[in-house]
């Protein structure tokens, strides 16, 4: 805290001393703050951010403002000579910091779904004082001394259930975040964290420079044979973008696995896009990411032991649904077996069919989805090709995302289009309750651009709160393949079920209705946040979902039953594969986070293999999902420890969907019992708990392996 206040002041001498008058610097710093549009508050419905004044050179100002008002109303909560209440701390605590979250939201979007160099080096720099500023609140004395003043008197404070989650919130948060330790100890935390959180923003930047540096440049239009021709059109605009004139370029997408390999029939091709992806953080360039994830993880083992945990893992998994490395270890191990034994039964089938064919070679993971595909065809007649005509994108996003939303919750929507973007092709709806009242604003931004990020992800740019008066604006982005200019975004099925995923989150958002910020909509443990966007994923087959949303493009006819029935039937087809992939990324997570502080400094290459060695995952022909050199969700978006979540919520919705199967379906009923149970719920909750409501049981994980194909249905 005192770097921070040191920091701020010596930015303000130095403006000073190039001023005139101390009175004319201060009236110009003001009226410079006053005409920052992240400062001052939005006038435009919800508070949305007016995107067409916001600059670049807005954020730093707007981030120093924040964090000096809000440790401003840290250390007056903190010194407060009158005694500690729930209501003159922990209310005070939830009300403190909204100019900074204002920022905040809206940096976070357009550093990662639409960045430029500029942010990029201001990501870097305002990330060690973000960092310092959560030490300046849980690594404060004064106010951990409030907060368990406060829970000591919690039996005889009779506050509401929400009020009750909230302290007990707190009291774990400040314990867990190294409240108790030594003054000396609390310092070094803190070098500790801020050291992470600039390493952490350097790799995000790294990984993105790769991606666009990893693209793959043709110049022969015959080595891209297969390829369809709306993505051959995509690749010619991106070379042409890129200064290519006449040649093909190849974007990478954030996984190892690029959907290209899928239609490459050249061989060649198909491994250099194989091996630009796979390598692409591990050049030895000034993109090599090792040495930074090396050093990652060497400090959360540190930081974890100096706050008297195990490892990062025993130290993360405290507030989380699982609660321990042993239980996320003992979950995945039911898991692997059946998975690899599905991936190597799915693999002799593909040698099989590239024996057939004489291809005189043994099946590598550039192989893989040209050829599964293949034997997709042959045993379930199902041609992706076939599948995507009947996938238009805004006929996906209104009639199958949106119509569900409609049929399960009784919500509406409205484009609007006099709404400030960031970029031309994001659109904005108003969400409207079952009774007309609007419950928020909702952004896609669904194209991949070489400025954004890679994967898909949802965020709030605003959270709801009652105690704030606040109502939710989330976004959705995703990285689909935008179409040449005048043909129509046809998407995959797997493009669909993200959506569908994505939107899940948006509706876990819109729902909450809570008092307080910190325990609203999906501010939840990672292990259940994912529980949502998952079962979402459920509504995007549903017969009547799916008939109201899958027509041809061009004539406006349904997707033929016939071709329902082979998708449905190929379901399970591949899923060995794409379990594996998932699960070698869990073994990877916590094989990193389960490190002892006293461990050397790890090789990420050996590391990483002797992890999927160990766990039973060291499959060549199926590669890790994302290499730890580019595994984002780790190393910087919050899924350290947590990985896990995806498989262990995946758990958690195909059991909840059973309910579902088992009461009738898709009913409004159904819905808002969901919705009551599950999506409005927010943190006020223990999540086990909250799911038992629901489901009547503890989560089972047979429908998982039903859905999978693991166990016979």
């Known amino acids: 805290m005192k770097n921070l206040f040191i920091l701020a002041l010596t930015t303000l001498m130095a403006i000073m001393a190039s001023c005139k008058s101390k009175t004319a610097s201060t009236t110009g710093i003001a009226d410079t703050l006053a005409s920052n549009p992240l400062i001052t508050k939005s006038t435009l419905d919800f508070g949305v951010p007016a995107f067409d004044k916001i600059k670049d050179a807005d954020f730093q100002p707007a981030f120093d ?16 000579p009158a005694t500690p209440t729930f209501d003159n701390t922990l209310v005070a605590l939830e009300k403190s910091g909204q100019l900074l979250n204002r920022v905040n939201g809206v940096y976070n979007l357009l550093s990662s779904a639409n960045t430029d160099p500029v942010l990029e080096k201001l990501d870097e ?55 108790n330790l030594s003054e000396s100890n609390k310092d070094t935390l803190k070098k500790y964290n801020q050291e992470e959180a600039g390493l952490s923003a350097k790799f995000t930047n790294m990984v993105l420079a790769a991606n666009k540096a990893g693209a793959l440049l043709v110049s022969n239009k015959a080595d891209l044979a297969g390829l369809p021709d709306a993505d051959l059109q995509a690749a010619a605009a991106n070379a042409k973008a890129a200064g290519h004139y ?61 706050v008297g945990f195990k490892n990062y893992a025993d130290w993360k998994l405290r507030d989380q649904m699982a609660k321990s490395p042993e239980a996320v270890d003992s979950f995945l191990s039911k898991l692997i077996p059946a998975a690899t034994a599905k991936a190597r039964a799915e693999a002799v089938d ?41 996938f238009e994108i805004n006929k996906v996003l209104q009639d199958g995302v949106f119509y569900a939303a409609n049929q399960l919750y009784g919500l509406t929507f409205k484009e609007r289009k006099d709404l400030p973007v960031y970029e031309p092709t994001v659109r904005v709806f108003n969400v409207y309750d079952k009774d007309g009242t609007q419950l928020g604003i909702f952004y896609c931004d669904y194209f991949k651009r070489d400025n954004k990020n890679g ?56 729902f909450a209705s809570q008092q307080y910020p910190s325990l609203s909509g999906t501010n939840v443990a990672r292990d259940y946040v994912e529980f949502p966007s998952q079962f979402n994923e459920h509504w995007a087959l549903y017969p009547q979902v799916l008939k109201h949303y899958a027509v041809h493009y061009k004539t406006g006819q349904p997707m033929p039953q016939a071709l329902i029935d082979k998708i449905k039937k190929a379901g399970t087809f591949n899923q060995g594969y794409a379990l594996t992939e998932a699960l070698a990324d869990d073994a990877i997570d916590m094989k990193w986070h389960e490190l002892p502080g006293n461990a050397p400094l790890q090789a990420a290459d050996k590391f990483e293999a002797a992890s999927l060695q160990q766990a039973g995952l060291n499959l060549p022909q199926v590669p890790p999902r994302y290499r730890s050199s580019y595994f ?42 969901f919705r009551d149970m599950i999506l409005s719920r927010g943190n006020t909750i223990e999540y086990g708990k909250m799911f038992r409501d629901f489901r009547g049981h ?10 999978r194909g693991l166990i016979p249905q």
């Not at 403002?65 to 407060?80: C, H, S, V």
């Not at 099946?363 to 599964?372: R, S």
């Not at 498989?647 to 019992?673: K, V, Y």
């Not at 089972?700 to 039903?706: N, T, V, Y």
């Open 65 to 80: 403002q924040g964090i000096k008002e809000e440790l401003a109303e840290i250390d007056t909560i903190a010194n407060n």
């Open 125 to 179: 720099a305002i990330a060690p004082k973000l960092a310092g500023l959560q030490d300046a609140i849980y690594l404060n004395t004064k106010l951990y001394n409030r907060v368990e003043a406060i829970y000591q008197q919690k039996s005889a404070l009779k506050l509401d259930s929400e009020s009750t989650r909230l302290l007990d919130y707190y009291d774990q948060e400040f314990k867990l975040a190294g409240a």
């Open 246 to 306: 006449r040649q093909w370029l190849i974007s990478l997408k954030n996984t190892t696995t690029q959907p290209a390999l899928q239609s490459l029939s050249n061989r060649a091709t198909r491994q250099k896009l194989f091996e630009a992806s796979y390598t692409r953080t591990e050049k030895g360039d000034s993109n090599d990411t090792r040495a930074v994830i090396e050093h990652i993880a060497k400090i959360r083992a540190l930081k974890a032991q100096l």
């Open 350 to 390: 593909i040698q099989a069919a590239i024996d057939q064919q004489k291809g005189g070679f043994k099946l590598q993971p550039w192989d893989w989805d040209f050829y599964a595909e293949q034997v997709r065809k042959a045993k379930y007649d199902l041609n992706e090709d076939e599948i995507k005509p009947y």
């Open 455 to 510: 994967g898909a992800w949802m965020s709030n740019i605003t959270n709801q709160s009652k105690l704030l008066g606040l109502k939710p604006v989330i976004y959705n982005i995703c990285n689909f393949t935008k179409p040449a200019a005048g043909q129509p975004a046809l998407i995959s099925y797997e493009d669909v079920t993200t959506m569908f995923h994505e939107f899940g989150h948006a509706l876990h958002g819109f």
């Open 632 to 673: 984002l969700h780790i190393w910087s978006n919050g899924y350290a420890a947590g990985y896990y979540a995806y498989a262990w919520t995946e758990m958690l919705d195909d059991d909840a969907f059973s309910w579902f199967t088992e009461n009738g379906g898709l009913t409004r009923a159904n819905g808002q019992r």
């Open 698 to 707: 503890n989560p089972d994980i047979k429908p998982m392996e039903k859905d």
